[in-house]
C-alpha cells in the first residue's frame, strides 16, 4: 500500500464548481509535490511545498490553489475548472533535498474529470 | 531543451528474459540524481531505484539495475527476469540543482511482457 493517501479517487465536476484535492503522509517528510498528468503524458510538476511553505508555483493558473495546513497535509483547491483541466492528479512528499537525496513518494492519484 | 530523453516509445519482451529501458539527460549541474518510476494502468508512480551523480558503483535493487555511464549521461535501467506483473509505463527522472526537489520526467516508455 502506497504511503501517501489521496482522496477523492475519482471526481467528475462543473466547471462552476468548488472542490478541493486532499492529499496526506505520515512519513515524516517535510516536503510535498501537486503533478498533473494528462493522458499517455509524462507527470508536470505544479507545485512544491517545502517546510510548510510554498517553494514552486509552475505558472500554474490561479483556479488551482494550493493549500499546506501541516507538514502532513496537501490540499488542491479548484474553482472554475476548464474540460483540458482534466487529468490524473498526483501528490508526492519527500524529504527536502538539503536533508538527503530520497526519492519522492506518490499517492496512486485523483482522476478528475471536468465537464 | 529537454532534459530527459526516453526514445523507445515501447518495448516488448518475453516472460523471463531481461530488458533494457533507454535513458539520456542533460544537465551542466555536477550534482544530480536520477530516477526510474513504474506506472501501471491503475496509475500510482512506484519508485524502483535511484542513482545519484557522485555514486560510484551502478545502483541495484533486487531485479532492477540501472547502467550509469556519466560521460554518455545515460542511465539506462536493467530489468532482469521479466515478469507478467512488470508490464507498465517506466519513467526515467532527474531532479538537479541545489534547494528542492523539482523532479523532471522524461516521456516514458510502455513495456509489454509476453507469456
Known amino acids: 500500500d502506497t504511503e501517501v493517501t489521496q482522496t477523492p479517487k475519482h471526481l467528475v465536476m462543473g466547471m462552476t464548481n468548488k472542490k478541493s484535492l486532499k492529499c496526506e503522509q505520515h512519513m515524516g517528510h517535510r516536503a510535498m509535490y501537486w503533478y498533473k498528468q494528462k493522458a499517455k503524458k509524462p507527470p508536470e510538476l505544479m507545485f512544491v511545498y517545502s517546510y510548510e511553505k510554498l517553494s514552486i508555483n509552475e505558472s500554474v493558473p490561479s483556479r488551482f490553489s494550493p493549500e499546506c495546513p501541516n507538514s502532513s497535509l496537501l490540499n488542491l483547491h479548484l474553482h472554475a475548472l476548464q474540460p483540458e483541466d482534466s487529468a490524473l492528479y498526483l501528490c508526492?512528499?519527500?524529504?527536502?533535498?538539503?536533508?538527503?537525496?530520497?526519492?519522492?513518494?506518490f499517492g496512486n492519484g485523483t482522476r478528475l474529470t471536468v465537464t | 531543451a529537454q532534459k530527459i530523453t526516453q526514445t523507445q516509445p515501447g518495448m516488448f519482451v518475453q516472460e523471463k528474459e531481461a530488458v533494457t529501458l533507454d535513458c539520456t539527460y542533460d544537465?551542466?549541474?555536477?550534482?544530480?540524481?536520477l530516477f526510474w518510476y513504474k506506472q501501471p494502468s491503475s496509475g500510482e508512480m512506484i519508485f524502483l531505484i535511484y542513482?545519484?551523480?557522485?555514486?560510484?558503483q551502478n545502483a541495484t535493487e533486487g531485479r532492477y539495475s540501472l547502467n550509469f555511464q556519466k560521460a554518455r549521461k545515460s542511465a539506462n535501467l536493467v530489468i532482469s527476469a521479466s515478469q507478467l506483473g512488470d508490464s507498465a509505463m517506466y519513467f526515467c527522472?532527474?531532479?538537479?540543482?541545489?534547494?528542492?526537489?523539482?523532479?523532471?520526467f522524461g516521456t516514458g516508455t510502455r513495456l509489454l511482457v509476453s507469456p
Open positions: 508526492a512528499s519527500s524529504q527536502p533535498r538539503d536533508i538527503d537525496n530520497s526519492p519522492l513518494h
Open positions: 542513482q545519484g551523480s557522485y555514486d560510484q
Open positions: 527522472a532527474m531532479r538537479e540543482g541545489a534547494g528542492f526537489q523539482k523532479l523532471v
Open positions: 544537465t551542466s549541474d555536477p550534482s544530480y540524481g
